[in-house]
């Protein structure tokens, strides 16, 4: 006996070979040469990768934090998670955008970001925010770099995404964490 075939049976358990290549750029009209995209594919893959573990970072220290200032450390890593999130989907799709393959398996993430790795428990929680600030500072000095790179091969909409958004927000963020690194009297002034 035959089985009948139901012509809007969906195509289950697919897998076929790549049809794009990671490191590789398809050819769109947006007048930017492809040399020119597939490098700023290159700086915007490694601060997307940064940026993926800069969001991982924030939403482990999110849930670890602990103390007498948890409740606002809580909802203040959670804001800037989500702030993130905003940033790494604008990367990948200004990746997308070029004609490239964006980075986003978080294994393949591990491999390509220069974030240290931190221990899998708790730190202190100065220790904590001191992590989010570094990396923080890995993901700024990418995109300085990136953002000038940009600049000089033309790539406007690369270099906006990275200083208006990646920069900016990425500044600000670092300033909020900082203050929270500063040692100042809760009630009494060193005057007495
Ligand atoms: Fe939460």
């Not at 940033?87 to 964006?102: F, N």
């Not at 220790?127 to 000089?152: C, D, N, P």
Request: contains cysteine; proline residues 6%; aromatic residues 6%.
């Amino acid at each position: 006996m035959t089985a009948t075939r139901i012509p809007s049976q969906p195509w289950l358990h697919g897998h076929a070979k790549e049809v794009q290549h990671f490191g590789t750029v398809r050819q769109f009209p947006i007048a930017l040469p492809s040399p020119t995209r597939a490098r700023s594919c290159d700086v915007l893959n490694q601060v997307l990768a940064d940026s993926q573990i800069l969001f991982a970072l924030y939403k482990k220290h999110h849930w670890l934090m602990r103390g007498v200032t948890f409740y606002q450390l809580h909802l203040l890593l959670d804001k800037h998670a989500g702030e993130q999130l905003e940033l790494i989907d604008g990367l990948a799709e200004r990746v997308q955008t070029l004609g490239g393959i964006a980075l986003g398996d978080p294994r393949q993430v591990a491999e390509v970001t220069q974030v240290p790795r931190p221990p899998d428990g708790a730190e202190e929680v100065p220790a904590m925010l001191s992590r989010l600030l570094e990396a923080h500072e890995i993901v700024l000095k990418g995109a300085h770099a990136g953002a000038r790179r940009a600049a000089e091969a033309g790539d406007d909409g690369t270099n906006d995404l990275l200083v208006s958004d990646v920069i900016r927000t990425g500044e600000l963020q670092a300033w909020f964490l900082a203050e929270h690194l500063v040692d100042t009297p809760l009630v009494y002034g060193e005057g007495g």
